[in-house]
């Protein structure tokens, strides 16, 4: 009941396309969920995160869409760049501060 | 407003040895997790702390590895008698945890290697 299942693994996209990875989770008291973007030898570097109190968050040319009723929760890059490929964590948790369960990331490649 | 600090960057450990990983977390962040990366794979709880408190460390193994946030100084995971699976990245995050701030800020890593 902890997992976070994350799709697809890998994905390769044209620059100016839009690249799109899904998450699902099956803990209903999971509130919190963050994006992390991670490059080769770095840290993950918190994107974007929603909490199940609105459907969709927009910060520039990323996009969080959720569904509480189907526990599933997506994020859109619009306009996708080269320097966006990246690999790419959704996670969730409780709000209460608690620990972050992550999914198994995606490696997002988009070429020139 | 620095970042989250860790050091190492890099350590090298034979079989057996110990490694003792440091994390300093931002300024005005008094929770403090630890993360394991293991090769081509995701991030896994290890262990979460307050100053001089453990709150969660169902994440651990029950042996050879401990952590610690004195109520001064960096928090530190030390992993005694290491072995050639402890190889990984072991990130760091911090977070104030106030009202409804809970975002978890990841240091660079300290990547570990047994040889």
């Known amino acids: 009941q902890q997992q976070v299942k994350q799709s697809p693994q890998s994905l390769i996209v044209q620059k100016g396309g839009i690249s799109i990875i899904n998450c699902a989770y099956e803990n209903t008291a999971f509130d919190y969920f963050p994006w992390y973007q991670q490059f080769p030898g770095k840290g993950p570097a918190l994107l974007i995160a929603i909490r199940p109190d609105v459907s969709e968050k927009k910060e520039g040319r990323f996009t969080i869409s959720f569904n509480k009723s189907a526990k599933q929760f997506s994020l859109h890059i619009m306009d996708s760049q080269p320097g966006d490929s990246a690999t790419y964590f959704c996670a969730a948790s409780k709000t209460s501060g608690s620990r972050l369960t992550f999914g198994e990331g995606t490696q997002l490649t988009v070429n020139p | ?115």
Request: glycine share 8%.
């Open chain 2, 1 to 115: 407003n620095a970042g989250v600090m860790q050091n190492p960057r890099h350590l090298v450990r034979r079989r057996g040895q110990e490694a003792r990983l440091r994390c300093s977390p931002m300024k005005g962040h008094s929770h403090v997790y630890w993360y394991r990366q293991l090769p081509e794979e995701g991030l896994k709880f290890m262990v979460y702390l307050q100053k001089e408190n453990i709150i969660d460390e169902s994440g651990m193994p029950k042996e050879r590895f401990s952590a610690e946030f004195p109520k001064e100084g960096p928090s530190i995971l030390r992993i005694q008698q290491v072995v050639r699976g402890d190889s990984a990245a072991y990130f760091c995050a911090s977070s104030p945890n106030l009202g409804s701030n809970y975002e978890q800020y990841f240091g660079p890593g300290t990547r570990l290697t047994v040889t």
